[in-house]
């Protein structure tokens, strides 16, 4: 199994902060990564896939990066829709795994 | 638009098995994409279950794979879920999703099914 890990587990920020997630994986996917949003009692929402292709209706202010096994998230000026948790997922194996989350919470 | 719809009992007895439907509206599954299923117990994160392709292709996470069926009613332009001998530890969340490439990019609310006597 590939396995996905994400730092920080928590992160508190600010409205209009620049806030960044990182997600590592056991080993190279080239660039099968996708971010998702999850917020509470909610299904989790595409942001990017490829590792760096924005989603269709996605906010420009998402972005990522990353390829091999290093990758990140960033938010370039935090809004208040976006406290809520992220996860990674790879699909460079057919079985699909995610990273633990990453909250982000009000500061 | 596309939209997806889960359905099945909210409740599960232990050791029996937990049945789901994914009704999938505003695109034919025949069209193509794989079809899949992911859970999240509660305060955890995203387990991927499986997915199936319009032919009925399927792949399934191995550490549930002997308990696992996907199927698809491509008639009825729906997939099913099927999880046998379930505990407790099946409790979860249980989402319906479109796999474009490998990633998921439409999802369904969600049904929270619980695992007890």
């Known amino acids: 199994d590939i396995q996905m890990t994400q730092s920080p587990s928590t992160l508190s920020a600010s409205v209009g902060d620049r806030v960044t997630i990182t997600c590592r994986a056991s080993q190279s996917i080239s660039s099968w990564l996708a971010w998702y949003q999850q917020k509470p009692g909610k299904a989790p929402k595409l942001l990017i896939y490829?590792?760096?292709s924005l989603e269709s209706g996605v906010p420009s202010r998402f972005s990522g990066s990353g390829s091999g096994t290093e990758f990140t998230l960033t938010i370039s000026s935090l809004q208040p829709d976006d406290f809520a948790t992220y996860y990674c997922?790879?699909?460079?194996?057919?079985?699909?795994?995610f990273g633990q989350g990453t909250k982000v919470e009000i500061k | 638009q596309v939209q997806l719809q889960e359905s099945g009992p909210g409740l599960v007895k232990p050791s029996e098995t937990l049945s789901l439907t994914c009704a999938v509206s505003?695109?034919?599954?025949?069209?193509?994409?794989?079809w899949g299923w992911i859970r999240q117990p509660p305060g955890k994160g995203l387990e991927w279950i499986g997915s199936i392709y319009h032919s009925g292709s399927t792949y399934y996470n191995p550490s549930l794979k002997s308990r696992v069926t996907i199927s698809v009613d491509t008639s009825k332009n729906q997939f099913s879920l099927k999880l046998s001998s379930v505990t407790a530890a099946d409790t979860a969340v249980y989402y319906c999703?479109?796999?474009?490439?490998?990633?998921?990019?439409?999802w369904g609310k969600g049904t929270t099914v619980t695992v007890s006597s």
């Open positions: 999703a479109r796999s474009r490439w490998g990633y998921m990019d439409v």
């Open positions: 505003g695109y034919s599954i025949s069209s193509g994409y794989y």
């Open positions: 490829k590792a760096s």
């Open positions: 997922q790879q699909y460079n194996s057919y079985l699909r795994t």
